[in-house]
């Protein structure tokens, strides 16, 4: 195709596969109530969901759906109590304060490890985890797009946020751990991630989709193993990239100019870098080259979203912080405390009904443990015909403005939606007074990890239907039926299928085929629940 006509495709393919200003913008708002429940359950104001799950673009490059991407992750910053620095020559605070030298973006000031993250890996059901402390300064430097006369690109809207960013307190100016190169340990990096989030939400859909595809060639072409395999670029570049073209000053004649912008390379020396930037120009030129099959490969990638345009947010599932927290003595509960009552079997009435599935589905388990099998049958019959919410339907006709954490918030209270968790046990619960099935699914260990567990209280709760014989063989075909053909089935809700083979008689007449998942252990569990459909049909 033409160049036109394959921005034509691209565009029309990133719309479809979720990549619109809309979309983006209830990304934002499920990052910042995951930051609101984080905060409320810590009771700690200064915790941050940042990077790109927060900003709206990037935390997936195949659908924005609000699942994140394997090799991507949740940033989480925390600010230092009491630790706050200043700079030299712009501080204006009392009291004389210890002041340090400001050079390149970073203040003069040693002792510190120069790696600012703490990274917690991801799993199939829990995507990794960065965790960055920093602490604070007292006031933010000269900002250059924000200087008196400045003509730029940027509409006078996003410089007013920008403002609002400079002066409020929720964005408070702060270092991180971090150094440029051959510095590690003597400085402290200014760190610009508020400025920058609130950047990355003022794109359009035109924008969003230019910067997607610009960290796409990045992460999956020029420096994946399976492209040029090329180190030194990181996502961070593709920021620089596009905020460097947008901030671009004009002369008194209108010709734009450019301004500096230092570009680190990872892992370049000194001694070195020359001919490691010299590779990175090589790589360029060819994917410059070969830019129009790249980008067919790219469209080939995307996912488009659900019929009904679902957005999946379950915060419980990837809640940053899964250390239990003290309970109130409130008859009521907050929705953030619903993650600290799992485990208190006294407490689980206080569940409210955005947690129906897993309050009854932890009932029927406290009847089975103390003897009561008739009681715990008549609970789970209770609750025969219900559905779980799976996501929040978001068609193409709603705007950016309705997506709040207000909408999110409500959304979660209003119906069953808190039924995926993930939790952090030292060791093992063992449900001895379970039968074989359910006690090896639940709860169910990440692969790879000894201390981090799922459960799907839905899942949970058909597990005890199947076991407890309460519903039909016909209600027991359907749903099996529903996750073998569900392209988001998780692994919990396939092994109770698996365990059907040995432990149930059902005839499954009828079932389709899967559909086709991108590739990882997913692909490998629809593999398995067509095995098993073909196993049970027979």
């Not at 230092?80 to 210890?98: K, M, S, T, V, W």
Request: hydrophobic share 35%; glycine share 6%.
């Amino acid at each position: 195709p033409s160049d036109s006509e394959l921005s034509e495709q691209l565009h029309s393919a990133l719309e479809q596969s979720g990549f619109t200003e809309s979309r983006a913008a209830l990304q934002s708002a499920a990052a910042d109530a995951l930051q609101q429940i984080l905060r409320s359950r810590k009771n700690y104001n200064y915790i941050f969901v940042v990077g790109s799950y927060s900003e709206g673009w990037g935390n997936s490059l195949t659908t924005l759906d609000g699942r994140t991407d394997a090799h991507s992750d949740i940033d989480v910053m925390h600010l230092i109590p009491g630790r706050e620095y200043h700079q030299r020559g712009l501080c204006e605070c009392d009291g004389a304060p210890e002041q340090h030298e400001m050079v390149n973006g970073h203040i003069q000031c040693s002792g510190f490890a120069s790696n600012p993250a703490h990274a917690t890996p991801g799993f199939t059901l829990r995507p990794a985890l960065d965790n960055v402390f920093a602490s604070l300064l007292c006031r933010y430097p000269p900002i250059a797009p924000l200087l008196p006369n400045r003509i730029s690109n940027i509409p006078h809207s996003v410089l007013e946020a920008l403002w609002k960013v400079l002066t409020s307190a929720s964005s408070p100016c702060h270092v991180v751990h971090a150094a440029s190169p051959d510095r590690g340990g003597e400085e402290l990096r200014v760190s610009t991630s508020f400025l920058e989030n609130r950047m990355l939400r003022s794109l359009s859909t035109l924008q969003g989709q230019l910067f997607v595809t610009l960290k796409y060639l990045v992460k999956k072409v020029i420096c994946h193993k399976n492209g040029f395999k090329q180190q030194g670029l990181k996502s961070y570049h593709v920021k620089t990239i596009t905020f460097e073209w947008w901030t671009r000053r004009r002369s008194s004649s209108g010709r734009r100019r450019t301004s500096d912008a230092a570009i680190y390379l990872k892992g370049a020396d000194k001694e070195r870098a020359d001919q490691h930037l010299d590779g990175i120009m090589s790589t360029l030129r060819t994917v410059i080259d070969r830019l129009p099959q790249l980008l067919q490969q790219f469209i080939g990638s995307l996912r488009p979203v659900s019929d009904s345009g679902t957005f999946y947010f379950h915060p419980f599932q990837i809640l940053p912080d899964l250390s239990p927290m003290p309970l109130t003595e409130s008859n009521t509960l907050e929705y953030y405390q619903i993650y600290d009552v799992e485990s208190l079997t006294e407490l689980i009435a206080r569940l409210p009904d955005c947690a129906l599935s897993a309050r009854e589905a932890l009932r029927a388990l406290a009847c089975l443990k103390f003897g009561y099998r008739g009681t715990a049958e008549r609970v789970v019959s209770s609750c025969s015909g219900h559905s779980v919410s799976r996501g929040i339907a978001w068609s193409r006709e709603k705007s950016a403005t309705e997506a709040t954490v207000e909408f999110v918030m409500r959304h979660l209270r209003s119906r069953d939606s808190t039924w995926k968790f993930c939790f952090f046990f030292d060791q093992q619960p063992k449900l001895e007074f379970l039968t074989g099935a359910l006690r090896e699914c639940f709860p169910l260990r990440l692969s790879g990890s000894a201390v981090y567990f799922y459960m799907n209280f839905d899942a949970l709760l058909w597990a005890l239907r199947l076991e407890l014989r309460t519903d039909g063989e016909a209600s027991a075909q359907d749903w099996i039926r529903d996750v073998a053909e569900r392209e988001n089935s998780d692994e919990q809700e396939l092994q109770i299928i698996d365990s059907c083979r040995h432990e149930h008689t059902l005839n499954i007449c009828g079932l389709e085929a899967p559909p086709n998942v991108e590739s990882g252990e997913a692909t490998i569990h629809v593999v398995r629940v067509h095995q098993i459909s073909t196993a049970l049909e027979a």
